[in-house]
């Protein structure tokens, strides 16, 4: 990115852009709103008071800074890198998706919205927008795809006790892209009065920056932890791709300190070999998809194809335009996991570290096993424990073929 | 003068408004769909507005949604849709046809490949959805260098201030989006599009159509009253929909009932 500068920081530029990704490729019912919110984010990025009500909501609600964890069974087991983990699954509401949704929310409220609109895969992000959205007494709906619905079951049931109205999608494969298609036409529909809660860094510009802002706050705790734990900085960060908010939010910070390796780990599904997978960046190739350009699985026609992962969180067949901008630059790299690796990482982690992780950051975990018994002793690796695993023990009960 | 630019020309000289009908290439199948091109003018349709199907339809309600998965599942490409525009010309070079939809297909396909041969298999003017005036480097510009028309869609929100924006590279004729929604929800009410209409106007000379929401030849009067003509798309897309088989194949009297309906539709919109 140029920017007039050398950093990989810099983006976006004033039209959006991470280089060739990003932008704003929204129906024009939008725009004028899109335009707003963009002005309404700079106007809040520059009032303290703003600042302050999200700290303390960070501090008293979500319960930061989530702590830095040295994971000293898992670092023995495999005899190579001394393993930290980012315990941001120790949230309010069990993910990092808490972090942007506060700040979202507040944004909504400082632009008059009265109510609020979200998609979710997983449900983890239906989940913290509703939760924001009974603190703060707004009326919510969540659109879940209806195959996410089946196999996300508690989460459902959470949304609806916190009030939300949970619409079920069934266009498509009934995933997180119909979802999220589903959302965008609520949106046109009511512009007027509804602010949409995207929960990854994708969709039109501000959206990418913003959610990573909101989520940088892991990365700049990470580095805080890190200094005061082993005076120095990491020498490598792993966290799980879907649309890749947890990511963003964990690498951003460091993406201009050279010395720190970065990885992001996408989902492999039955394999990269297969078509069952969704690796957009392994396996897609740039197009235009939810307001934004990015790698994208689709077919010769530009006609988008389903992703596929154990892990709903992850089948989603784009990625945020930043990491599709920082794969191209070579800043991060970019591998991916298979569900029978993440499955088989849940369960070292859960008998190692007695933490059960969500299906999303076992990909991560399966990632650090595969290297971290190559790498010195000295080498500080972070993996970013981005989620909680009880939103998936029924799945995990279902693949390892035991009846609850 | 392009064919959309005769085409208004015309309807002013003979006093009357723009019936555009839409229906989605392919839809059901590419066989079925290309006859109901070929019949729409002698239905009455004044201009032909083609969707482009694509699998993330955004913009688009229930019908023309299910109406994009059909063609698709019929193998409905772009090439495709290129190759419906290039036989319909061989019998008819006076309808305008402007292909409707999103840019993926267009971006993946290559922007400057698609307008050389979309100028050559005849085609007169494109509505991409989600190319707002901000992305208009992409497809915009070259598309207008290459000899075609861009129609950009206003909606209710365009305020005063953006609309000399959205109408700076706007070509052929302006497409009012009636509601804040979705193809094929709502009805508009007449006075809201009428007043809107009328601001278009003061910063325009383009014709102005109005879509979205309009479904009986009433409604298809009132908005022309009020504007320079009316799409219609749900509605004879419903019609398709409503004469397919469990298997989703076409059944016997499907393209007439959907140019029964256009034809209605045309006689609606010029109504004295």
């Known amino acids: 990115m140029s920017n007039g500068t050398n950093s990989y920081r810099a983006g976006p530029d004033e039209n959006g852009r991470f280089g060739l990704f990003g932008g704003r490729f929204v129906a024009e019912t939008l725009m004028p709103l899109i335009l707003d919110l963009e002005a309404a984010y700079e106007d809040a990025q520059k009032d303290p008071a703003f600042a302050a009500q999200l700290e303390d909501l960070q501090t008293h609600y979500v319960g930061r800074p989530s702590p830095l964890y040295f994971a000293e069974r898992l670092t023995q087991h495999y005899g190579g890198a001394k393993i930290y983990l980012k315990r941001d699954e120790l949230n309010h509401t069990g993910s990092h998706k808490i972090n942007n949704c506060l700040g979202q929310i507040l944004l909504a409220m400082r632009m008059k919205k009265t109510r609020i609109i979200a998609e979710t895969g997983a449900g983890q992000h239906g989940v913290a927008v509703a939760t924001v959205a009974a603190r703060f007494g707004l009326p919510c709906t969540v659109f879940m795809g209806a195959t996410d619905i089946e196999r996300q079951k508690p989460n459902v049931f959470r949304m609806k006790l916190l009030g939300a109205d949970v619409r079920a999608v069934t266009s498509g494969a009934g995933t997180l892209k119909d979802a999220m298609n589903e959302a965008l036409r609520d949106w046109v529909t009511n512009v007027h009065d509804t602010f949409y809660i995207i929960g990854t860094v994708a969709g039109p510009h501000p959206y990418p920056a913003m959610v990573r802002d909101f989520q940088s706050i892991i990365g700049r705790e990470t580095k805080q932890q890190m200094q005061a734990r082993e005076g120095r900085l990491p020498d490598s960060l792993v966290a799980c791709i879907g649309g890749g908010s947890n990511a963003m939010g964990l690498f951003h910070p460091f993406l201009d300190d050279p010395s720190v390796r970065i990885i992001g780990v996408e989902a492999g599904g039955h394999g990269l070999d297969t078509p069952e997978h969704a690796a957009s960046l392994a396996g897609g190739v740039p197009g235009v998809l939810h307001g934004n350009r990015t790698y994208l699985l689709q077919d010769e026609d530009g006609q988008i194809t389903e992703g596929h992962s154990i892990s709903a969180g992850l089948d989603y067949p784009g990625i945020g335009p930043e990491h599709a901008y920082l794969r191209d630059t070579g800043r991060v790299e970019y591998v991916s996991a298979t569900d029978t690796e993440a499955l088989e990482a849940f369960q070292l982690i859960t008998r190692l570290e007695g933490i059960i992780p969500a299906l999303e950051p076992s990909h991560a975990l399966a990632h650090v096993s595969k290297i971290a018994p190559e790498l010195p002793a000295e080498h500080l690796l972070v993996m970013n424990m981005c989620g909680r695993g009880d939103k998936d023990v029924f799945a995990v009960a279902e693949h390892l073929n035991v009846e609850l | ?272």
């Open chain 2, 1 to 272: 003068m392009t064919r959309l630019e005769t085409c208004f020309e015309t309807l002013r000289t003979q006093n009357r408004k723009a019936f555009v009908a839409f229906v989605t290439a392919g839809d059901p199948d590419l066989a079925t769909s290309a006859k109901i091109l070929e019949g729409l003018p002698g239905a009455g349709a004044d201009i032909i507005e083609l969707g482009m199907p694509f699998t993330d339809p955004m913009a688009d309600g229930p019908s023309i949604q299910a109406a994009s998965q059909r063609a698709l599942a019929a193998g409905q490409s772009l090439a495709g849709t290129l190759d419906m525009v290039r036989a319909f010309r061989q019998t008819n070079d006076t309808v305008p046809i402007v292909l409707m939809g999103y840019y993926n297909p267009i971006y993946i396909y290559g922007a400057e490949r698609f307008i050389a041969d979309a100028v050559a298999a005849g085609v007169d003017g494109l509505i991409v959805v989600d190319l707002p005036p901000e992305e208009d480097a992409e497809l915009c510009l070259p598309a207008m260098a290459g000899g075609l028309n861009f129609i950009r869609l206003a909606t209710p929100t365009t305020d005063d201030k953006r609309l000399p924006e959205v109408l700076k590279n706007t070509s052929g004729f302006v497409y009012y989006v009636s509601i804040t929604g979705i193809t094929g929800s709502a009805a508009p009410q007449a006075q809201d599009v009428a007043a809107n209409v009328a601001r278009i106007q003061r910063h325009t000379d383009l014709p102005v159509c109005v879509g979205f929401g309009i479904r009986t030849p009433e409604q298809a009067k009132a908005m022309s009253e009020i504007s320079d003509g009316a799409v219609v798309g749900s509605a004879l897309v419903d019609v398709i929909s409503a004469h397919l088989d469990g298997e989703g194949r076409a059944k016997t009297g499907l393209v007439e009932s959907v140019l029964a309906l256009a034809s209605t539709l045309a006689k609606g919109v010029n109504k004295v």
